[in-house]
């Protein structure tokens, strides 16, 4: 089963997450992976990284460190587990804005096939993204064209995944499937 969960910052998505892998794994007796793909920049990003760490601890997850090059999951995990990859919105970020400073606008198209080339596998995939298209802009360009890559990820995975469900103020509403 592949899950895409969506929804604004702080509305409970990691949580929801965390619970429906928990079950797929337990239904399947199947390893169960957190897939962090966040690279803490700041105090703030600390911070969330701990609370996450705190909310799963004894959930029974392996945490897997992978920012980028979700492919390398592969090498590090039975690919028959369960996997939660948190987040898709980060995991982008860090492969279209490199350490380097330069911008790969490519990025998108990149890890939307290589996600798709993932879950097609024969594990359980629960994944998280933000909504990011309320704002107005105008924004730059780059943030445009990050805004624009996030949304070509999410169609291709609502597209493919069994379920699909945006959370808000940590209500589920399913627009895909259902669990």
């Not at 803490?40 to 090059?69: K, M, Y």
């Not at 390398?72 to 490199?98: H, I, Y």
């Not at 959370?167 to 509403?173: E, K, T, Y």
Request: hydrophobic content about 40%.
């Amino acid at each position: 089963m592949n899950i895409y969960i969506s929804g604004g910052a702080k509305n409970g998505k990691s949580t929801f997450a965390q619970q429906r892998a928990k079950e797929l794994a337990s239904a399947g007796g199947t390893p169960l992976y957190y897939v962090a793909t966040m690279i803490a920049r700041d105090s703030e990003d600390d911070a969330r990284v701990a609370r996450h760490r705190r909310e799963r601890e004894g959930w029974g997850f392996e945490t897997l460190e992978i920012p980028d090059g979700i492919l390398k999951v592969r090498e590090l995990a039975d690919p028959a587990g369960t996997f939660l990859l948190d987040s898709v919105t980060a995991l982008l970020q860090n492969e279209m804005f490199r350490e380097d400073g330069s911008v790969d606008t490519g990025a998108a198209e990149r890890v939307a096939g290589e996600l798709e080339e993932i879950i097609s596998g024969p594990g359980n995939w629960v994944m998280v993204s933000d909504y990011l298209f309320a704002d107005p802009g105008p924004f730059g360009e780059y943030t445009e064209a990050y805004r624009r890559g996030l949304a070509l990820i999410d169609r291709r995975m609502a597209g493919i995944c069994d379920a699909v469900c945006e959370i808000s103020a940590g209500i589920a509403a399913f627009h895909k499937g259902a669990i």
